[in-house]
């Protein structure tokens, strides 16, 4: 346990808290009051979108580089990915340059391993085809998103990879937000209470596949704690109370 005069964040890995703290300066996290895609009111709000300085850039690369390194060390059944898939269009330049870092971190590992995402639309001349990079047949791939929310991109994302032949082996995510999904009215603004799973908890007892975050919601509190508003922490913690999965 971290003592009195030690830094709460300290305890955090430095990847973890640099991320954060960027992701606090260029206002990619914020506060307020944001109407969700399930109908709830968050107290903040996490936009990908926004990193798109090469400062930004680089400080989230080397912070999903870094997780996924981890990642794959504390779990030794997930194959090696061949390829690094970014769904579109958010997971496009996170995955191009997370693989950059990966390899600057250990060109040994890494240089082999690919890239590739989706089009939104299927293109008819040229190549043609669904996806760009490389082709995912017989592939272990690992997908780089921003944040999991209900679970319906991983899920189509699993169900576009198998298609083109390739296995999903594991997701890495920015942001975990430890929420469990939503019940069946909050979309009138109904909470029922009920205790749920996460969408990342429903993928891995559905199809076995293991996520890992850069940082969870418990992160971004805990580095609030050492000069974040007051009255923003106590709303985080009334949001995770009030919403936290059961797994």
Same mark, same amino acid.
């Given at each position: ?36 895609? +399930?109908?709830?009111? +968050? ?202 999965? +059961?797994?």
């Amino acid at each position: 346990m971290a003592s009195s005069t030690e830094s709460i964040s300290s305890t955090i890995p430095g990847y973890k808290t640099a991320f954060l703290q960027s992701c606090l300066s260029a206002g990619v996290l914020t506060f307020g009051t944001y109407i969700l895609k +399930s109908g709830r009111q +968050s107290p903040y709000f996490f936009n990908a979108g926004s990193f798109h300085t090469s400062s930004l850039l680089s400080v989230v690369s080397t912070a999903y580089a870094h997780t996924i390194v981890s990642f794959l060390a504390s779990h030794p059944s997930i194959p090696k990915p061949d390829v690094l898939f970014g769904p579109a269009y958010k997971g496009i330049p996170l995955t191009c340059s997370t693989l950059l870092e990966l390899y600057r971190l250990d060109p040994q590992t890494w240089s082999s391993v690919s890239y590739s995402f989706n089009r939104k639309e299927i293109k008819d001349h040229g190549e043609g085809g669904g996806i760009v990079g490389a082709s995912l047949k017989g592939k272990n791939v690992l997908v780089i998103d921003d944040v999991i929310t209900a679970g319906t991109a991983m899920r189509e994302t699993i169900k576009l990879v198998a298609k083109e032949g390739g296995k999903v082996v594991g997701f890495v995510v920015a942001l975990d937000r430890v929420e469990k999904m939503p019940g069946p009215r909050e979309q009138e603004g109904v909470d029922d209470g009920e205790p749920r799973m996460s969408a990342i908890g429903q993928v891995k007892q559905e199809f076995g596949i293991q996520t890992a975050s850069i940082v969870t919601l418990d992160d971004l509190i805990a580095v609030l704690r050492d000069g974040g508003d007051g009255e923003d922490i106590k709303k985080l913690e009334e949001y995770r109370k009030r919403y936290l999965a +059961s797994d």
